[in-house]
T-cell receptor
Framework: QQQVKQSPQSLIVQKGGISIINCAYE??????FPWYQQFPGKGPALLIA?????SEKKEGRFTISFNKSAKQFSLHIMDSQPGDSATYFC??????????????FGKGTTLSVSS | ETGVTQTPRHLVMGMTNKKSLKCEQH?????MYWYKQSAKKPLELMFV???????ENNSVPSRFSPECPNSSHLFLHLHTLQPEDSALYLC??????????????FGPGTRLTVL
């Protein structure tokens, strides 16, 4: 119940196309859903995050769509660019506790944008 | 130095060695984390420290021993490791110990190889 399932494992998209990565979770106590981007040799960096009180959040070319009833959320990258080639991780965290937030990560999606 | 730094960046050790990984955050955060990143597996949370107190230990073998002497520094002491412990070890920090939606800032990681 603590898992976050991410798909696809890898994705190849043409420059200018739309990249879509999907995640699903079971634990209804999750209430924070960030996406992280990781380039080779670097640590993951927060890309965009959403809470379940909204169904969509957009920042530039990156959009999170959230479906609370289906317990699914997805990342859409519009006008994908070669510089977007990286590994993307979805994550979820349970409800507040007084300690630091324990993020549960998906397995990651390796995105390659071909020029 | 800014952000979260980790040293060394690469480490090769034998199964009988003792070594330590170091993490330092320059962000004034109160919570620090150790994660393990293995190929084709989700990032695994190992330890969480909140205000220098360990608040989570995710069933990690005792051959991994964390230490948090102050809110800016985190160590991971390693001894008698196994080859399957070879992985990228990531440190992260977050600004607050409590509220929902803490953003975690990751360091670049230490690539550990156990021979």
């Amino acid at each position: 119940q603590q898992q976050v399932k991410q798909s696809p494992q890898s994705l190849i998209v043409q420059k200018g196309g739309i990249s879509i990565i999907n995640c699903a979770y079971e634990n209804t106590a999750f209430d924070y859903f960030p996406w992280y981007q990781q380039f080779p040799g670097k640590g993951p960096a927060l890309l965009i995050a959403i809470r379940p009180d909204v169904s969509e959040k957009k920042e530039g070319r990156f959009t999170i769509s959230f479906n609370k009833s289906a317990k699914q959320f997805s990342l859409h990258i519009m006008d994908s660019q070669p510089g977007d080639s990286a590994t993307y991780f979805c994550a979820a965290s349970p409800l507040y506790n007084q300690a630091g937030t324990a993020l549960i990560f998906g397995k990651g999606t390796t995105l390659s944008v071909s020029s | 130095e800014t952000g979260v730094t980790q040293t060394p960046r690469h480490l090769v050790m034998g199964m009988t060695n003792k070594k330590s990984l170091k993490c330092e955050q320059h962000l004034g955060h109160n919570a620090m984390y150790w994660y393990k990143q293995s190929a084709k597996k989700p990032l695994e949370l190992m330890f969480v420290y909140s205000l220098e107190e360990r608040v989570e230990n995710n069933s990690v073998p005792s051959r991994f021993s964390p230490e948090c002497p102050n809110s800016s520094h985190l160590f991971l002491h390693l001894h008698t490791l196994q080859p399957e412990d070879s992985a990228l070890y990531l440190c992260a920090s977050s600004p607050r110990t409590g509220p929902r939606g803490d953003t975690q800032y990751f360091g670049p990681g230490t690539r550990l190889t156990v021979l």
